[in-house]
């Protein structure tokens, strides 16, 4: 029987109002790769904040054994000091920095105080080597892609002599090619006896790498798996997840489209600091009312920088060609014109660009639209806690009260939030990147069924997705964009992933 490299006994933590785990039982084996697994404000993140010491012994209770021994962590360093080291949803590197520095950041490579530049190179060039990353030490953080930095991110990790690897959501940002080497890289690390937690929502990811898996819901342990003995699949995941069968994962709708709502034609956009390059290149597509249309294509493609320099030139210099609402010619150069004339976006950066994360949720729901809930030039705040005490509800927000902070609630409740603002913002035309990232498959469906909603409401709702499945399963109309240009336009019940992903890479 394999060694217990990990067991969390009854672990309890409570936010103001919110019990976020309650009595949870996780045991690790050493050398596997474990999956986490739960919706959005399951306690996932929690759990493994509190086992790496990001939230301190003393704030929780119930006991930590790592390789036998009792633990009770006062900060990171004190698990880092053990071996134990978590990355983040959200990177912790330094953009103008080097990869070397960052990889030593804190853990310097000195000799009498004095920075040993040799040494750090060279122990940088080995970590890079172990990752599979080509890049020179020297290079800094803010050239390369998400995909790039996630490895870096592990790179630091193997330098600190990593026992336990604690990755939450690592592909989440990622394109199919990066994720695949990020779960060949953990499959390799686990032939040298590297013990991996991965909290992710993408089943079929866990079902390739991982091999076990506990399933948190509420805060609260339901289950853990052993992938070989219990035969484990997806919908038996989702109902331990949700508490339900998830029996379709996308809602049925009965289009009723009408009429074309919005047209973009000949849109070309140059890159804001590299004056020369398009990065969308003369692009045409329409939307009708009721119709729920996909923009499918890799990271990379223009698909995003075509959104944000549609919404209020928010994106991009040098910006030609048209936009037409209704058949009359629109001209949004602002982000203010843009919802003026009907038009929202809803971005795939949540955190950055889509909610005030110091602010509330009462705040961030009505901010696009405060003339509605004002008189004259003040804000009516009996009205406003009415307007969002119903999109709390019809949106099922899971918080202790409006105004809570939205920096505190879990990735799909902000991402329930962003949604509510823009739709309280009245638009026509919807703009949805990315709309459900890093988010699991019981908050997904409740997104598909608002996004269902809009468009029986007859309004214009376009996607942006890197997951196929999910364009598959929800467009009436699918746009393939690569290399800045629409490279074909195909029906959604024509549509399937060879078609699209011969469009992609621009075949016939």
């Known amino acids: 029987m394999a060694n217990i490299i990990l067991e969390m006994r009854n672990i309890t933590k409570t ?37 790496s010491g990001v939230y301190p012994y003393g704030t929780y209770t119930g006991d930590i054994f790592f390789k036998g021994q009792k633990c009770e962590f006062k900060d990171i360093k004190q ?33 009498r105080g004095i920075i040993d530049w040799n040494a750090t190179t060279n122990h940088t060039k080995e970590l890079l080597k172990k990752v599979g990353l080509k890049e020179l ?87 853990t798996l052993d992938m070989k003995k219990d035969h484990v699949t997806e919908d038996r995941i989702i109902k331990g997840m949700v508490g339900r069968d998830l029996v379709n994962r996308y809602p049925k709708r009965e289009s009723k489209i009408g009429d074309i709502i919005f047209e973009v034609k000949d849109w070309t956009v140059y890159h804001p600091l590299q004056d020369e390059r398009k990065v969308v290149d003369n692009v045409s597509f329409n939307v009708r009312r009721g119709e729920v249309v996909g923009i499918a294509g890799l990271m990379g493609a223009g698909r995003t920088e ?17 936009l037409f609402k209704e058949g009359k010619e629109i001209h949004p150069t602002t982000v203010n014109k843009a919802i003026d004339n009907g038009i929202a976006y809803v971005t795939e ?8 994360l110091m602010d509330d949720i009462k705040r961030n729901t009505t901010l696009a639209n405060l003339k509605k809930v004002s008189k004259g030039l003040v804000v009516d705040e009996n009205e406003e806690i009415l307007e969002v005490e119903k999109f709390r509800q019809k949106m099922n927000i899971k918080c202790s009260s409006i105004l809570q902070k939205t920096g505190n609630l879990s990735g799909g409740n902000q991402q329930k939030v ?34 269902n909603q809009l468009a029986s ?29 629409i490279t074909g336009e195909l029906k959604g019940d024509e549509a399937t992933q060879e078609k699209i992903m011969k469009l992609v890479i621009n075949q016939d």
């Open 306 to 322: 075509l959104a944000m320099s549609i919404f209020g030139r928010s994106y991009g210099k040098k910006i030609s060609g048209k």
């Open 79 to 111: 698990s880092e000091n053990l071996g134990i080291v978590i990355i983040h949803q959200e990177l912790a590197l330094i953009p103008y920095l080097s990869i070397a520095e960052n990889i030593f950041l804190g853990n310097e490579q000195a000799n």
């Open 349 to 356: 950066d949540r955190k950055e660009y889509g909610l005030v």
């Open 418 to 451: 962003v949604l509510s603002k823009w739709i309280f913002a009245e638009p026509d035309i919807l703009i949805l990147d990315e709309p459900t990232r890093g988010i699991d498959v019981g908050a997904k469906y409740e997104i598909y069924t608002i996004i």
């Open 15 to 51: 936010f103001p109002g919110v019990k976020a785990l309650d009595n949870v039982n996780l045991k690790v084996k050493e050398g596997e790769i474990h999956a986490l697994c739960g919706e959005n404000g399951a306690g996932k993140s929690t759990l493994m904040k509190v086992l």
């Open 137 to 223: 030490p020297n290079t800094l953080i803010t050239t390369l892609g998400v995909g790039k930095q996630q490895l870096v991110e592990i790179a630091k990790a193997l330098s600190k002599e990593v026992k336990l690897l604690i990755l939450d959501e690592p592909t989440a940002a990622l394109n199919e090619d990066d994720s695949e080497n990020l779960l060949n890289l953990l499959l390799e690390f686990k032939k040298q006896g590297i013990t991996s937690i991965l909290i992710s929502h993408k089943l079929n990811e866990i079902s390739k790498v991982a091999d076990s898996i506990t399933i948190l819901r509420d805060g609260s342990t339901i289950e």
């Open 457 to 485: 409401e007859g309004k214009g709702v376009l996607i942006i997705s890197s997951e196929l499945p999910e364009i598959l399963g929800m467009c009436d109309r699918i746009y393939v964009m690569s290399e800045g240009k």
